[in-house]
């Protein structure tokens, strides 16, 4: 919408203004609004007040005191337009008197056309000069935003300076630089200026990418605006809300056609930005892109060479950076432990200082090698600061860059105790029995008589027979069997000269254990097989875990299936539910026409509405099948609050049939974060299936207890019927129920199995026929891993 220009005619005290009134009424036709003055007004508080575009003065001009009001008008508001309507007998006097380059006149009498004509181009000539200035202005602007960036290292360290800039152009309290990780499922707030202190969106932290303005740029290629962020679609729009920034614009930041992030503002104010902020940003988004990249890379290559520095100095093994004729550039902290020297006792000394003379000749010669190929690993001696020889493995790199060698890279590994070991071992040569007899497994040797002709001491050591083992045969020792069996493995190495690898079977302290057994022939000089070497390894464990793994698996898979049949849940109750409304609302209406239906037909109306609200309840338990991925939050919920208030609405009926509800809550329970609705409909579902499961007399216990300083425990305990052992597997699936029909649809505890598992928890049952039931439920404190919209 154009901009209405405003006008003020100034005129003399002495007469009632009648040229003043007519010329008012005619730039009043022109569109333009117009005051009325009397000359004695102040004029310049005037021409601030209405913000007057163009001064129209009316004067005799036969004194001091009218020039000076001009004059003083010009002074003060150069940037007004001022217009004299003169009399031609006193043109001369005013040309005199005013400085006619800053005040345009109009002779009187004047003709019409003419004065609309010098307003007109007064008005345009100010708004081109206006124009003008701005766009000076702006370029003014950009140009200090370009050469600041451009001198930018770091654009986190200037852009405080670049959005001090950008504020005299764009209007916001909040700006920062939003960037995307590699995998496109975070953002980062890369760099961060507000004028308010807290936020929740901070510089420095990541934050998912999903329903952000970020995305949707990146998706686009193209700026976004926000005209009003209590009804902005993305997640970061409430939270920046509750801040107080009520509009934002994001602007792409592309380089080589990829967005690499935005740059994004926030205001105090609804619709704060416009297509113009778009004139402005696109002058900087490039040179701010390259810049951007420029420190993202810089902080890459500063992190790895922090990593470098990192790795090289804890690295195990020591080393050292020399020049091409063997002086010392730097060590790591290893080679300083073990040499003994600190670093500033090695550099700019020469390696062969610290090496034996032998030693000496060996590393010029690795040195002059590694320059032109790859010089083997070698054997060399040091000499510590303690005057210790030290023998050590060398390697020597040339580190190059351009094809020109930087420095040499020096790898010494520390082999003295390896090589003492060595002439220890040697020594201890004899005693390769016991050594034999320590190793972590049975090891025993089998005659062709099945006879143990002899053990390790691990075997005898932790076999009831003791020593007495050698000599018994191997089926009755390990398998306590009476007779040799059939499958048996050294059998098989007897007869086929192989070795062999089973598992098996075997008792030890009247225990069931597995054994991973290897049988190896033993050959005498002709190549016959006179022995059998058996290795026996405990897999108990091993065993063990498999089968909790197979478990596992299988409650995964149950998982899955819940998934899936509350998804196809969620599809089959939306479709019913639309027939059923017509049904229940014509049902509805036929009931409330009672008088044009005879009582049996009402009385079927009624059975219809009975079993059209039992659907509707069928259907509303399917739902919850697929309520798992609501858009809550979880809260911190106090669970023996929940469990006492659910109690107090559902113990009349328990104790109308002589049931007792017994509570054993802890004191010390901490609170948990979670869905207190979803917690209490697990609390009522478990209470009515133990209604159902109890008969008069019988007992209800809940008990809340601490499992660890994560997790808190929550145990039903009826002593009613129990439930059969082929049906413990399955109460957790959806629509399985042991009631009669019309008693139960089957989704309760399936319900209570999701919403558990929608907390991270895990549920468990336990019972005996005729003796109750026992559902444990494990929940943790501090529950993190829940996704819901945001």
């Known amino acids: 919408m154009e901009k209405v220009r405003k006008i003020l005619i100034v005129v003399n005290n002495d007469d009632e203004h009648p040229a003043g009134n007519s010329l008012r009424e005619m730039l009043l036709k022109c569109g333009y609004l117009v005051y009325m003055a009397c000359h004695g007004y102040d004029t310049v508080l005037l021409i601030k007040e209405y913000n007057i575009d163009l001064v129209l003065f009316d004067l005799c001009l036969c004194d001091e005191h009218e020039f000076l009001s001009v004059k003083r008008t010009k002074n003060a508001l150069p940037d007004t337009n001022v217009i004299v309507m003169v009399d031609r007998a006193k043109v001369g006097n005013v040309i005199k008197k005013l400085c006619m380059d800053t005040v345009d006149y109009i002779l009187k009498p004047f003709d019409t056309d003419y004065l609309k004509k010098t307003v007109e181009n007064a008005l345009y ?19 200090n935003i370009n050469k600041s960036i451009a001198t930018s290292i770091d654009i986190r360290e200037s852009f405080s300076m670049v959005c001090s800039e ?17 995998q496109g499922q975070w953002f980062q707030v890369f760099a961060l200026t507000k004028k308010y202190d807290f936020s929740e969106i901070d510089a420095g932290e990541s934050f998912p990418m999903g329903g952000s303005l970020l995305e949707k740029i990146i998706q686009t290629g193209k700026p976004i605006m926000v005209n009003d962020t209590s009804t902005g679609h993305f997640w970061t ?79 195990a093994d020591s080393m050292m950076m020399l020049d091409l004729n063997g002086k010392i550039l730097t060590v790591n902290r290893r080679e300083e432990e073990i040499i003994g020297y600190q670093m500033e006792e090695l550099v700019n000394k020469y390696v062969f200082d610290f090496l034996t003379i032998p030693s000496k000749i060996t590393v010029i010669s690795l040195l002059s090698m590694a320059v032109n190929k790859k010089a083997p690993t070698t054997e060399i001696e040091v000499i510590s600061k303690n005057k210790q020889i030290l023998v050590m493995e060398l390697d020597i790199i040339a580190v190059r860059e351009r094809n020109d060698i930087i420095y040499m890279l020096a790898h010494f590994r520390d082999i003295t105790e390896r090589k003492n070991l060595e002439l220890e071992l040697k020594r201890e040569k004899e005693k390769l029995d016991d050594i034999v007899s320590q190793i972590g497994a049975d090891l025993l040797v089998i005659g062709k008589d099945k006879k143990i002709r002899w053990a390790n001491k691990r075997l005898i050591n932790n076999h009831p027979l003791g020593k007495s083992i050698i000599n018994h045969t191997c089926f009755d020792t390990f398998c306590n069997f009476q007779e040799d069996p059939v499958d048996c493995p050294s059998f098989k190495v007897f007869k086929t000269a192989k070795i062999n690898q089973t598992e098996r079977m075997v008792y030890n ?62 599809g089959v109750a939306h479709e019913i539910n639309t027939p059923l409304a017509i049904i229940s609302g014509m049902t509805q209406g036929f009931l409330e026409r009672k008088k044009g239906f005879s009582n049996e037909t009402i009385k ?24 798992f991925e609501g858009n809550e939050q979880p809260r911190p919920a106090n669970i023996n609050k929940i469990i006492k ?47 159902d499961a109890t008969d008069s007399g019988d007992t209800i216990s809940i008990t809340t207890g601490i499992k660890n300083k994560n997790t808190i425990t929550i145990t039903f305990e009826d002593t009613g019927k129990g439930i059969p052992e082929n049906q413990l597997s399955r109460v957790f699936d959806p629509f399985f129920t042991d009631k009669e029909v019309g008693r139960g649809t089957g989704l309760g505890l399936s319900i209570t199995y999701g919403i558990i598992k929608r907390h991270n928890g895990a549920i468990h049952v336990k019972s005996d026929v005729g003796k109750g039931a026992k559902f444990e439920i494990n929940l943790p404190t501090n529950f993190e891993k829940v996704t819901y919209d945001g």
Not at 259 to 274: H, P, R, Y
Request: proline share 2%; glycine share 4%; aromatic share 8%.
């Open 509 to 570: 302290h009247n225990k069931k254990k597995f054994c991973n057994v290897i049988s190896s022939p033993i050959f005498d000089k002709e190549g016959n097989v006179v022995q059998v070497l058996e290795l026996i390894q405990d897999i108990t464990e091993k065993k063990r875990e498999e089968e909790r793994q197979k478990k596992l698996q299988q409650q995964l898979i149950h998982s899955d299936r819940l998934i899936s049949i509350g998804r196809l849940a969620a």
């Open 125 to 143: 000539k100010q708004q081109l000069e206006w124009n003008l200035k701005k766009t000076l202005f702006d370029k003014e602007i950009i140009n």
């Open 166 to 182: 950008l504020k005299k152009i764009i209007p916001f309290v909040r700006a920062c630089l939003i960037i995307s990780n590699e």
């Open 237 to 315: 729009d409430k939270v920046l809300h509750s801040e107080g920034i009520l509009s934002r614009l994001g602007f792409p930041l592309i380089l080589k056609g990829k967005v690499l992030g935005a740059i994004a503002f926030g205001a105090k104010e609804i619709n704060s930005f416009d297509e113009q902020c778009y004139f402005y940003l696109w002058q900087i988004a490039p040179q701010l892109a390259i810049v951007l990249e420029n420190t993202i890379l810089f902080s890459r290559i500063k992190t790895s060479e922090e990593r470098y520095k990192m790795l090289f100095n804890y690295a």
């Open 645 to 691: 208030d659910t109690v107090a609405l559902i113990i009349e009926p328990f104790t109308k049939k002589n049931k007792k509800i017994v509570l054993k809550l802890s004191s010390r329970l901490p609170k948990i974060k979670g869905f207190a609705e979803q917690l209490q409909q697990v609390i009522m579902n478990l209470l009515i299936n133990a209604d």
């Open 604 to 627: 079927e109306f009624k059975t219809m509405q009975k079993v059209a609200k039992r659907i509707e309840k069928i259907v509303n338990s399917l739902l919850e099948l697929s309520h």
